[in-house]
């Protein structure tokens, strides 16, 4: 009895004290992912590498603003959000401690402004992603004119700029074959 009593005395603690003292884990630990909207540029490259869609991207052309939400109910701690994310927005935290007492608190979500088509004047594209892709291309070296036209291009909504191109009559070679047939 003795002896078995010294060999529990030596083993020391075999189990941890949580919850009743804070539980240690390591560096790498993928816990709750945490978005720094100032950072975020919302291009939704997250909602589309997100496997358990636990991320969502809409948009309200009414209100001319982009909602991000997570869904911490759905996410499986994967880290792909992490990965893609140009800008480093999103983090996996060290927090585990997740339980909650409402449905709603499950939830996170965040509010982007979009920016207006220069002809048609619908909002279309986040205006943080736009002022990103504009000040990248300044940074490359495209300035003047070159910046301009492409300031312009950026600005003009899918729909506006393939009415532009449709109108064109030098982009449209086949329009001249028809003619020539007729």
């Given at each position: 009895m003795f002896k078995l009593l010294k060999t529990?005395?030596?083993?020391?603690?075999?189990?941890?004290?949580?919850?009743?003292?804070?539980?240690?884990?390591?560096?790498d630990f993928r816990g709750k992912p945490e978005l720094d909207a100032e950072q975020c540029l919302s291009c939704g490259a997250c909602t589309r590498a997100c496997p358990a869609n636990a991320l969502i991207m809409e948009t309200d052309v009414k209100t001319g603003t982009r909602r991000w939400e997570l869904s911490m109910a759905r996410c499986i701690y994967c880290g792909r959000c992490e990965e893609v994310c140009p800008t480093k927005a999103i983090t996996l935290s060290q927090n585990f401690e997740l339980a909650v007492t409402r449905k709603e608190d499950l939830y996170e979500e965040a509010v982007f402004s979009l920016a207006d088509c220069c002809q048609c004047g619908r909002p279309f594209v986040a205006r943080k992603l736009l002022e990103y892709v504009l000040d990248t291309l300044a940074q490359s070296g495209v300035t003047g004119e070159q910046l301009k036209l492409r300031r312009q291009q950026l600005e003009t909504c899918p729909e506006c700029r393939r009415s532009n191109n449709m109108l064109d009559s030098e982009n449209i070679s086949h329009l001249r074959y028809l003619e020539e047939e007729l």
């Amino acid at each position: 009895m003795f002896k078995l009593l010294k060999t529990v005395i030596k083993t020391g603690e075999a189990t941890k004290k949580y919850p009743f003292a804070p539980l240690e884990v390591c560096e790498d630990f993928r816990g709750k992912p945490e978005l720094d909207a100032e950072q975020c540029l919302s291009c939704g490259a997250c909602t589309r590498a997100c496997p358990a869609n636990a991320l969502i991207m809409e948009t309200d052309v009414k209100t001319g603003t982009r909602r991000w939400e997570l869904s911490m109910a759905r996410c499986i701690y994967c880290g792909r959000c992490e990965e893609v994310c140009p800008t480093k927005a999103i983090t996996l935290s060290q927090n585990f401690e997740l339980a909650v007492t409402r449905k709603e608190d499950l939830y996170e979500e965040a509010v982007f402004s979009l920016a207006d088509c220069c002809q048609c004047g619908r909002p279309f594209v986040a205006r943080k992603l736009l002022e990103y892709v504009l000040d990248t291309l300044a940074q490359s070296g495209v300035t003047g004119e070159q910046l301009k036209l492409r300031r312009q291009q950026l600005e003009t909504c899918p729909e506006c700029r393939r009415s532009n191109n449709m109108l064109d009559s030098e982009n449209i070679s086949h329009l001249r074959y028809l003619e020539e047939e007729l």
